[in-house]
C-alpha cells in the first residue's frame, strides 16, 4: 500500500520545476544601437536573453517527477516490510505477565523501543534508482546540453563563466516568476498580458565603449 506523506507534495514541485528550468532553452539575440550627434557617436551592444517554452516541457516533467515519486513509495513500502520481517524472526521469548504498574511501564518502553528500532530497515536504493534514472538523466543531460550552448555563444561577448553562470540562473528564476504570475491571473481572472513581468533580460557588454 502506498502511504504518501505531506512534504512528498513539495518535493514533487521542487523536482517538476528543476525539471522544466533544466530542459528550457535559453535564446541570445544582440543588438546594436548607434547615434551619432556630432562631433560625437553614442553606441552600444545590448544582449537581450531569453527563453524557449511549451505546455509539453510541463507535461513531461511532470511525468518524470511523478515516476520518481512512485519509486519513492514503492521503496518505503519495501523498507518497511523488510523491516517487518526482520523482526518476526527475531525469537523473543514472552516476559511473564507483570503484576505492578512499574512493571507494565517498564515492558511497553522496551516493546516501544524495539519495534521503534527495527520498524524500517534498509533503503533499496537499487529500487529506487531504477525509477529515477529517468528524471536523472533528463535533467543532467538537458541541463548540460543548454548551458554548453549558452556559453559557446556568450563567450563570444568577452563575458567571463562565471558571469554567464550567474546570467543562465537569472533566465531560472525569470521564467519561474513569470509562470507564477500566469497561473496566478489565470486563478483570479484578473490583469491582463500587460502585468505579466517581462519574459527577457536586457544585458549591455560595452563591448562598442
Known amino acids: 500500500m502506498i502511504k504518501a506523506k ?20 535559453p535564446v541570445i539575440e544582440a543588438h546594436a544601437n548607434f547615434k551619432s550627434v556630432y562631433p560625437s557617436v553614442d553606441r552600444n551592444l545590448m ?27 514503492y521503496s518505503r513500502q519495501l523498507q518497511t516490510n523488510v523491516g517487518q520481517a526482520s ?21 511497553w518502553l522496551s516493546r516501544n523501543t524495539q519495534s ?14 531504477l525509477f529515477a534514472m529517468p528524471w536523472l538523466l533528463t535533467f543532467v543531460a538537458s541541463g548540460l546540453i543548454n548551458y554548453l550552448r549558452f556559453y559557446m555563444v556568450i563567450q ?9 553562470i550567474q546570467l543562465y540562473g537569472e533566465l531560472q528564476v525569470l521564467f519561474l516568476h513569470r509562470f507564477l504570475a500566469v497561473a496566478w491571473l489565470q486563478i483570479t481572472g484578473g490583469g491582463g498580458a500587460s502585468s505579466l513581468p517581462r519574459n ?5 557588454t560595452h563591448l562598442l565603449d
Not at 509539453?56 to 513509495?73: D, R
Open 200 to 204: 527577457f533580460i536586457n544585458f549591455e
Open 116 to 129: 521503534s528500532e527495527t520498524e524500517l530497515g534498509p533503503f533499496p536504493v537499487k529500487n529506487f534508482l
Open 47 to 73: 544582449l537581450q536573453l531569453s527563453y524557449t517554452y511549451n505546455p509539453w516541457i510541463l507535461v513531461k516533467a511532470m511525468m518524470y517527477s511523478l515516476l520518481v515519486m512512485i519509486g519513492l513509495w
Open 6 to 25: 505531506f512534504w512528498d507534495i513539495g518535493f514533487f514541485v521542487l523536482l517538476t520545476w528543476m525539471h522544466v528550468c533544466s530542459v528550457l532553452q
Open 156 to 164: 563570444h561577448f568577452c563575458i567571463s563563466n562565471w558571469r554567464a
Open 87 to 107: 523482526e518476526e524472526k527475531r525469537d523473543i521469548p514472552k516476559a511473564p505477565e507483570p503484576k505492578t504498574a512499574n512493571e507494565v511501564k517498564k515492558v
